[in-house]
């Protein structure tokens, strides 16, 4: 067990590693970062001045090891458009991200698992057909569209619900459905393959021998052991599959949250702002996967024994 | 000699044979109406400069947000309506579609060309070559790809050839892997054993032998990956980081749309409909293929 949680952490690492790296030269590639922050008609001996005072002149392994010791030192600079600390932006920006996720990871699982289960068992009927049509199209449909159909359904035509920020519980109707439509039709396909492994168990046809009520059988019997496989899976999709549409969807509504700062200073080209918000979604998304999986672990005596 | 050779590679055609390209008969209702909408938008696309109407950047300020065919204020010959610069959003879906079509097949074949051969050559090396190839795809199936494009959009500027590289970059990890798989799978395989006896070097066995047994597999996720980088292209444009205006592509369409939406939601509703008849064709299509070849894929 401590060899696969070990391991885990080390793959864990590694991705930072990875990504912080990946961060660092994808910016140096680009060009001088001097030249992105100074405005046009400054002289050549300033600019100069400038490459020396920021170490832009020393080579790139030694700019590399600098920019590596201030990530680890938790200094990550200043917004060019703000001038303040980006991890201060950034921060502000978390809670509003979570409560908008959590809302969205709550209605994917309340609709898709009873839907998923619904499809298992009527798999051969039309309610079955329905739902699996239904989740497999979803999973076609870009979160962007869904926003501003919604929008323009619920906001201009009926003039029922809020478009811009997220004062009300009201707020939260739109931008929750638009970022789980993709969820619910992956959620629902999961609920359905795991359910429909579980049901043709042995187990299965004994609780009902015994007399079990039908949904007893499904529910106690059926979706317990159905759980495990399908909470690991929940945890690596709505990892990223949820920052993904974050993004978009925080984008369209004005959300104050991570997603819309991202999209807004990659296209004012605010580089230190978008580094650290890249880089602290890639955290929280390779920390949740990595939870995940160790918890997974810690349910099912298989895998930590098969991997570790 | 050439009935030795002959029966030693006939073997690895096996694989090809069993994936036959399905055809009209075997499908069902849905997967023609998927194929015929697929055919349809791919004709569109290709016949565009005869089909449209009108160029796609002609401004009139003069006929500026019309609404299409059907409704009050419609100006003839405009059949889906007219833009906040009085251009032709029927001519400009038809550009925008062929722009999104050329786009998503190049970042497809790129992404398969880069994976594939990843793939490729860490099953035939293994080693350290190997773990290092398998360690990249695991820590870029961890990290949202939506977060990588907005960073080189950003950093690389907006323009046809950064978009064609992320489209590109985008879904490398799934053919190497895919590939990688199959290819240790079929590395004990008698026949390339036999082909090794036989004399055949590495790039031979991976090009005669190997090659052609994988093709089925990478069918499929190319069908499968298209329809996602349909919807990464939008997403993009959509945002304002894509292929830059006045050039149409559907996504960007929908995203400057968005601005009218409460007095001309046309706009937007003609390429978010397109869209979606796109990604739901290649989407049946994806699945389809699937199923037919029966690749035992993750269903994502």
Redesign the interface.
Known sequence: MLTYVLRTLL?MA??LF??VS??FF??R??GNPVDFVLGEGITKEDRDLLIAYYGLDSSIGTQYWRYLSSVFSGEFGLSFLERRPVSEIVLERAWPSLKLLLSAVCFTLIVSIPLGILAAIYRTSIIGSVVMVVA??G???????IG??L??IFA?TLNWLPVIGDGTALHFIMPTLAISGMLVA?IT?FTR?AMLDVLSQDYMRTARAKGLPEWIVILKHGLRNASITLLSVVGL?IA?LA??GS??VE??FAWPGIGDL??R???L?D?PV??FG?LS??VA??VI?AAVDIAYAFADPRIRLAKG | MTDATHNLSSPHNTGLRSFRIPIWSDANWIVRIALLIGLILILTALTAPWLAPFDPNAQSLISRLRPPIGFDRYKDGFYFGTDELGRDIFSRCIYGLRLTFALALAGAVIGLLIGGTLGLMAGIIGGLFEEIVM??V??QI???????A???????GSSLDVMILVLGVYGWEQYTRIVRGEVKKLIQMPFVEAARAAGATPVRIAMRHILPNVVSPIVVQFTLNF?NIV?LE??LS????GVQPPTATL?SM??IG?DY??TA?WI??AP?MV??LL??A???LG?WLRDKADVRLR??
């Open positions: 793959r590694i991705t990875l990504i990946l961060v994808a910016t590639l680009s497999f199209l999973y076609a449909v870009p979160s962007f569209i501003i159909l929008v323009l201009y992956a396909r393959n999709q990223s920052a993904a993004v978009v984008s369209i991202l999209v200073s990659a296209i080209r580089y978008l580094q890249v979604v890639a998304v390779i996967n | 360690g990249l695991d820590a961890a990290i949202p790809f939506t977060l990588i907005l960073l080189i959009l950003a950093i690389m329809s919807i939008s997403t959509f945002l304002g980081l996504g929908v995203g968005r939406l409460p939601p937007v509703l978010a869209i979606l990604t739901f290649v989407q049946i699945d269903s994502r």
